[in-house]
């Protein structure tokens, strides 16, 4: 590809969904910006490979904040050729029995669903359902700033800083609402006991009952073309295979935005402080992931037909038992009936496979060093909830979580978050300012999901950390 000569404002290291939304951002207030990746293609998590004829997800496979961003729902992305799809329940829980539930996005059809606690579902999260957008201004944003809508984030934080299991005993008193606030509540890659994972259950709660978990048709790639075709039509440049290991591999700019993980910003760093080296060398990761992509000759013959009936699922039984494969992972204890996040886009979306043909994306977290035999167990797992599933399997692809390291610096130790999301990981990521993306060195600014509001696609740490440019280049 032909670059335009330099005189660029600003460089992005790095093409994630947090990458492209800084460039976005600073192209459309109408900065010379060029971004710069490693693959061959964009997108980081968000993106896609192929294996004959079948999409595979590389990364993120349902995107509930993707479609609530509120930067991403002002941006024409439909127009670069975004089209999400939903399944008919945004997740279904599944029991060792092989029992399902499909959860209904309706909150009313929910309430119905769970019974004795319908009613306790429908109180807690209603108000947080209507109020989302208020919900989504003041949580997916630096939490050191002051509260725009105090009574929604009142609302919001005492069940977030509880541990998840006391929330659910306490909520709820039916099996039923408590696995599935586990099942929830597990998307956070770190025993459930720990405070701060709460606060992730009710933002993917909320978000089921608002906009529904959906995903962009095609793979997950569309979204991230969609990003990146904005930006290119916003005059924005993209520079793919090329892996900065230094500042001299940049152009010169005013600014560089880092969409990668804080070890390798700091490499970018001309200068530091003792301070901050210090809030660097504490940034922890939580636990890795284990991933499997399978082809399947026809769809997963799940023991409950009611499985089907929503692409995402939650895999793992009662809250004690979430809870404990959770706890074991943690302590290097592998689970023969380990928690499992799975989607099965297929069934709602044609395009991702030839005729017939289906994919089923499933991970179960593990410890960093865990190798790819743990998907032997995740094997029998599914096997067992949905017997002929090992027969169905035309070809299956293993990441462990070093290799999701390896992939991008992002996922330290396989975390597929960026980073832990305990409490320092909520207050001081990676440090604890209400501006983190700013580092001692002024021209350089980090941007990737170990900024506020953390992992996810959301794009929202990227918007954020492009503010913060825009605002210093005013005062300049
Ligand atoms: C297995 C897995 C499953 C997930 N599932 C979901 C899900 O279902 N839903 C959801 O919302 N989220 C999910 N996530 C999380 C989500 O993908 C991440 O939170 C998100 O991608 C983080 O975006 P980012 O831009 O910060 O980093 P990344 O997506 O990692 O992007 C960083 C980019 O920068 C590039 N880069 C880094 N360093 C350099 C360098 N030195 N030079 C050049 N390029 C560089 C990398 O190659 C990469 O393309 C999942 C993640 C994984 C790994």
Redesign the pocket.
Known sequence: MSLKPAGLDAVV?????????AAITLARAGLKVRV????HQ??????SRQWEGFTF??????????YASPVWQQWPLHAFGLDWVRSPAPYAHLWWDGRALPLPQDLDAAAAVLGPDGARWRALFGPLVAQQGNLLEDTLRPLLRLPRHPLTLARFGVPALLPAPLTASLLFQTAEARALWAGLAA?VNLPMMTPGVGAATLMLGTAAHAGGWP?PRGG?QALADALAEYFRWLGGEIQLD????SRA?LPQARAVL????PA?AR??LSRSTPGYDAWLSRFRYGLG?V?VDYALSGPVPWLDPAAAQAA?LHIGGSLQQIEQAERGAAQGQLSQQPYL?A?QHTLFDLSRAPQGGHTF?V?AHAPADTGADYADTIEAALERLAPGFRARILHRHV?TPRQ?ET?????GG?????GRFDLTGLLARPVPTPTPYRTPDPQVYL?????PP??????M??YHAAQAVLSDFSSQ
């Open positions: 290291v790095g093409a994630g969904p947090n990458g492209l939304s710069i990746e490693a693959h964009p997108g980081g998590g968000l993106s997800d590389t990364g993120s496979a349902i995107h509930p904040l993707g998307h995903f997950a090329t892996r900065v290991q591999d880092v969409d990668s993980s390798v490499q970018l992931a991933k995402t996040l989607a994306w991970y990441t999701l992939f991008s610096p992002v996922f396989g975390d597929v978050n960026g941007c990737s999901s170990a900024t953390g992992g996810g696609v959301h794009g740490c990227g």
